[in-house]
């Protein structure tokens, strides 16, 4: 009997320590799925994380290209200012060239003067002569006074005025032909307000 009570004790013995390890090989693989899920989720975050990361570098480099755009065609814009000003002003001293009118046959001097350059012609006194002026702003008396009449003058103004004629129609035709493309480009692509929201303050470019 006592043999048999020992071996039954040794049995009960192994039965506990084998549902001791069942107990712990079952905790076990609760933590082992427990952390499984905590990994999923941390995973999950970490994807969600990058998408958002992703489309902000989307956005940002989105955003650089758009920027680049912007310059390079505020760069078109300030080129295309000058040809289409400076045609503008070409298109107003053309008109000015074809409307100018001849000077009348009885024009006083004082109207023939007025159509000279002041400051290289001069009217001699007491006569009807209109004379010009050289270095040191007197008379070159060593080749005899440099004047003609009044009638000389009207008459060579109204000569030139035949060519000054000639050359505002062909820089009209040119200046205007200049606009046409710069304005259609400058138009196209929106510069004046691109100008006024990026380079506000600009000067207008000279035509030198």
């Known amino acids: 009997m006592q043999i048999i009570a020992e071996q ?9 320590t084998l549902e ?24 999950e975050n970490l994807r969600l994380k990058n998408e958002s990361l992703s489309g902000e570098m989307e956005k940002i480099s989105q955003q650089v290209s758009d920027n680049q ?5 505020v760069n078109q814009c300030v080129a295309l200012e000058k040809p289409r000003i400076c045609a503008q002003y070409g298109i107003t001293i053309a008109n000015q060239q074809i409307n100018s009118h001849d ?10 003067l007025s159509v000279l350059t002041p400051d290289t012609y001069y009217a001699k006194n007491q006569t009807d ?7 040191g702003w007197k008379e070159d008396l060593s080749q005899g006074e440099k004047c003609r009449s009044r009638e000389s003058y009207i008459q060579g103004f109204n000569q030139d005025q035949v060519e000054r004629r000639r050359q505002g129609a062909m820089y009209l035709k040119q200046g205007t032909e200049i606009l ?15 100008l006024k929201k990026y380079v506000p303050n600009r000067s207008a470019p000279g035509c030198g």
Do not use: H, Y
């Open 20 to 43: 001791t390890k069942q107990i712990e090989s079952t905790q076990n693989i609760e933590q082992t799925n427990l952390e499984i899920e905590r990994l999923k989720l941390e995973n």
């Open 180 to 194: 046409e493309s710069s304005q259609a480009q400058f138009d196209g692509l929106q510069c004046e307000a691109l």
């Open 103 to 112: 000077l009348p046959a009885i024009a006083s001097l004082s109207d023939v």
């Open 129 to 135: 002569e209109i004379c010009w002026k050289f270095g």
């Open 69 to 73: 755009k912007s310059i390079d065609t």
């Open 8 to 16: 039954m004790d040794s049995l009960l013995g192994r039965v506990q």
